[in-house]
């Protein structure tokens, strides 16, 4: 005669353990077969099938056990858990093969602005999403009422669900940012009071690295409210002036001035694009004559050494032509009381 323990006689209990042995020994020689498979969907998926053996396992062991009794209830409990587990693991492998499929389908990824980073980000997004669903499925297993235990927290409730939308809004500007292509990495930038090369963008933020070698993070979500100068084109950085000149400038003057600044830029052999090159009369300003110069600059690295080498020479140019940059003035008439 059986001897009963916990509610269950011993026979119970060593057929569970031969299930759950024979459960072990499947997986190891699942996991010894693919291992000379090549493909890479087996070696994805040998993981999870393990996962779902075990699974099994434990829902044909909790049969050994009486109904009524715990042990029942919390191996099959513990079977249940392990199928969300290995279900949402198989969902998120399916969710990172269709995201890579896509990326590979250039006419898609093209129209898309699909990168490198916006497969990271999705896939970040959509593990992020389906262990949010698989957490909330396993505390309902456990008897865990999830909306219930959210509200019951009261304050600490309301901070989390703020927490949560703050962080939800930078997810959304991450993918927005992306998908629309408004600024890239290397990009050169202006938000807000900051200029620079956007050296990331990630799930939450973005970061830029300013000309003083300083990193700035921003979050997503605060970009997608701001405006955004992005001074990269297809052809390299865009370099953008406004040279204001005196009004004591004649027209010859002014006119040569707007010549010399052309010849200087297209003298320099890094500036290989010379059709961006737009040099002119920009407007009649409040202190100045205004001349807009425009240029791209296709090796980033350069960028630095180009503009100063500009500076210097426009300085020279136009200090030995007598061209002289107007600063704000005022004329004043001060009125003569005695008459």
Known sequence: ????IWDNPVSSYLLFLV?????????????????????KIIRRVKSIIIIIVISLSLQIASGFFDMSTDMHHYTFL??????????????????????????????????????HQVVNLLKKASFLFLSVIALTMVLNLLGFNVFS?????????????????????????????????????????????HSGYIHAIGMRTTKIMRLDGKMVIIPNSH????????????????????????YSMNAEQIKRASDIVREILEKDARITDKKSISVGFY????????????FSITDISLAGEIKEDFHYLVKHRF?????????????????????
């Open 283 to 294: 407007k009649f300003d409040v202190y100045a004559l205004n001349l807009y110069v425009s």
């Open 78 to 115: 513990a079977a249940k858990i392990l199928y969300v587990i290995s279900f949402t693991w198989l969902l998120i492998k399916l969710s990172y093969f269709g995201i890579e499929r896509i990326y590979k389908m250039k006419h898609i990824a093209e129209s898309m602005h699909f990168t």
């Open 19 to 39: 299930a759950l042995f024979s459960a072990i020994i499947i997986s190891f020689v699942i996991f010894f077969f693919t291992k000379r498979f090549k493909g």
């Open 319 to 339: 200090d030995s032509e007598k061209i002289n940059f107007a600063y704000p003035t005022q004329t004043i008439k001060i009125a003569d009381k005695n008459q």
């Open 149 to 193: 235990l959210v509200t019951g927290l009261g304050i600490g409730g309301l901070a989390v669900a703020l927490g949560a939308q703050e962080i939800l809004a930078n997810i959304i500007g991450g993918i927005t940012i992306f998908i629309s292509g408004l600024i890239k990495q290397g990009d050169f930038v202006e938000i807000e009071s």
């Open 1 to 4: 005669m059986d001897r009963i």
């Open 223 to 246: 970009i997608m409210k701001t405006t955004i100068i992005n001074h990269t084109s297809d052809s390299g950085v865009i370099q953008t002036y406004v040279l204001p000149l005196q």
